[in-house]
DNA sequence: AATGTAAATTGAAATGATTACAAAAATAAG
DNA sequence: CTTATTTTTGTAATCATTTCAATTTACATT
């Protein structure tokens, strides 16, 4: 996506489309690679001159409260974060570490019965060996 | 659940039921509160005599490790137990902070496409606000 | 009951992720 | 161009969790 989509789009949801923000959307859109903080630093760090860690926690923050971002809470010690806002799933394999989306309809998830409750968000992964770190234990 | 029960259960799983892992397991089964860390810490430092935080973090690594607690990864900065480890869904109110259980049967998840995939692990779980806290909010 | 050995627990210090905060820089408005 | 507001930065603080060596406990064997 261009920059130009990213700025539109930011606007569009009530965030000024200031120039580390866009970079940093921008990122999470093009890389879905559903990184940790860290990762976006060690990325971005040469990309963007003079960045620092806390903007990114900054951003990061704004984008998850104005609802442009999901942030992922699948292992106790790491958040991830992705900017695909569609009802969608998680898989995260215990080998490597990654995290990969597979499509889900919102209508396939169970809708428990909670009389008077609120439901805001919903949330959906599943843990394990994804295909090719199950090929590499087999060998 | 009596301490004999748990000790047998424990024992069953391959854990040795020493008295204060008895005694954990039995806070989270009859309590049944998804607890902190620091829950339990300040729930049994009372009734144990020179309990340790850095023991609750081991018997819980323990149970986890032994497939009889559940660590759930809702919020980032907090890690809930579970020794309910039977398939069911989590609520986490955004107000009480409380989380509940919710019945579902292992059929109703969906099962995505993920070809050679090994899968060990399903966790679904809900936000929003419960019903208590929505009369709270709307009065 | 006493002894020895292995396992568990403890507390202090280390680690790592995140937040708080005040100063500096960038942005927008007049 | 000047000023006011917002954003970014870097350091220090905070908080949960782990590491580790020393102490204590549990348990099998005498």
Redesign the interface.
């Known amino acids: 996506m261009e920059q130009q989509q990213i700025s539109a789009y930011l606007l569009k949801s009530g965030i000024r489309p200031l120039q580390k923000r866009v970079k940093i959307m921008s990122y999470l859109v093009s890389k879905r690679n559903h990184p940790t903080v860290d990762m976006i630093y060690s990325d971005l760090i040469h990309e963007i001159n003079g960045l620092s860690k806390t903007t990114i926690y900054n951003v990061l923050n704004l984008f998850v409260q104005s609802g442009v971002t999901l ?1 992922l ?4 010690n790491e ?1 991830r974060y992705d900017a695909d806002t569609s009802t969608h ?1 998680h ?1 995260k394999c ?1 080998i490597c570490s990654g995290v990969i989306d ?3 309809r919102k209508e ?3 809708n ?20 090719f770190c ?2 590499k234990i087999e060998a």
């Open positions: 942030a809470n699948i292992e106790g958040v799933g898989f215990k597979f499509r889900i396939e998830l169970p428990p019965m909670l009389e008077g409750f609120r439901i805001d968000e919903h949330h959906y992964y599943l843990k394990g060996v994804c295909s199950v090929n």
